[in-house]
């Protein structure tokens, strides 16, 4: 799903196209579907209303819908079928990874240098999605703070960190021209450090993907490159959110592993 980029963005109706906001209109379309989803309107396997049929429903162009359906697509809630149409996917089954490792301790092992490029640094209103994750009202202050990971100069992450603006008294005490010079990586280290509470746990998704136009120029590859969609909710000893990290991995450069035990269960079954 989402990344901000990928995370879907609220209309002010969550039921019609307000076509005065600044909010694009296909935006705020695959918010109303992404919606209907989650709140099980729209079921797995269920066809959605034609191209057209949207178009009339919220007075709006086919560009538009199609541009809302392929987002919508391409972050695997939805599926097409050639002459028929588009169609509600299936939930993700979940399985459980052991361990992410730490970049630069995995490039580290690899015998790469690594590094990591601070591209921005910013509040920002939280939309629906982030609101969701990080269990917040709808259009609170949050920071938005996008990295470029890299070994060998070659960039391998791209991710997007969204932290909780009155959880982070470092951060929330600079004014905008600070962060936008915030460019200096030890610095960013030890600012990024304090903003995070004691990070008891954190809930992991790793999903398949494929990289857009606006990731490929960072990651240095062609749009439509198979990559790795990782999203980690990290966890107060509350039980509260602190933080969510949504971060693209290079398909042609990571793989994930994991450790299996009672390893004969899976032979007999």
């Excluded at 199609?66 to 996917?89: C, H, N, P, V």
């Excluded at 890299?150 to 997007?160: G, I, N, S």
Aim: proline share 5%; with cysteine.
């Amino acid at each position: 799903m989402s990344y901000e980029d990928r995370v879907t963005i609220p209309s002010d109706n969550h039921t019609t196209i307000n076509k005065r906001s600044p909010i694009p209109a296909y935006n705020q379309l695959s918010d109303i579907i992404y919606r209907q989803i989650k709140n099980r309107e729209l079921l797995p396997n269920e066809m959605l209303p034609s191209e057209t049929e949207l178009c009339k429903m919220y007075g709006i162009s086919r560009t538009t819908v199609r541009e809302a359906l392929g987002r919508l697509t391409r972050d695997g809630l939805l599926y097409t079928i050639k002459g028929k149409g588009t169609f509600i996917a299936e939930p993700k089954l979940d399985q459980i990874m052991i361990k992410i490792p730490d970049f630069y301790e995995d490039m580290a092992v690899r015998g790469l240098k690594p590094d990591v490029k601070v591209l921005d640094v910013r509040p920002i209103k939280a939309t629906q999605l982030v609101s969701e994750k990080l269990m917040v009202p709808l259009n609170e202050n949050v920071f938005r703070i996008k990295r470029l990971f890299l070994a060998e100069d070659k960039p391998y992450v791209l991710e997007k960190k969204f932290i909780i603006c009155k959880d982070c008294k470092i951060l929330n005490s600079c004014n905008q021209a600070d962060l936008k010079n915030i460019t200096d990586q030890s610095v960013f280290d030890v600012l990024a450090g304090k903003c995070h509470i004691c990070n008891e746990y954190a809930s992991v998704s790793i999903e398949a993907t494929t990289i857009r136009h606006e990731e490929a120029e960072y990651l240095e590859v062609p749009a439509g490159t198979v990559a790795f969609y990782v999203d980690l909710v990290a966890y107060k000893k509350d039980d509260t959110p602190c933080g969510w990290i949504a971060s693209v991995y290079r398909g042609d450069l990571y793989r994930f592993k994991t450790k299996i035990f009672n390893y004969n269960y899976y032979l007999n079954d």
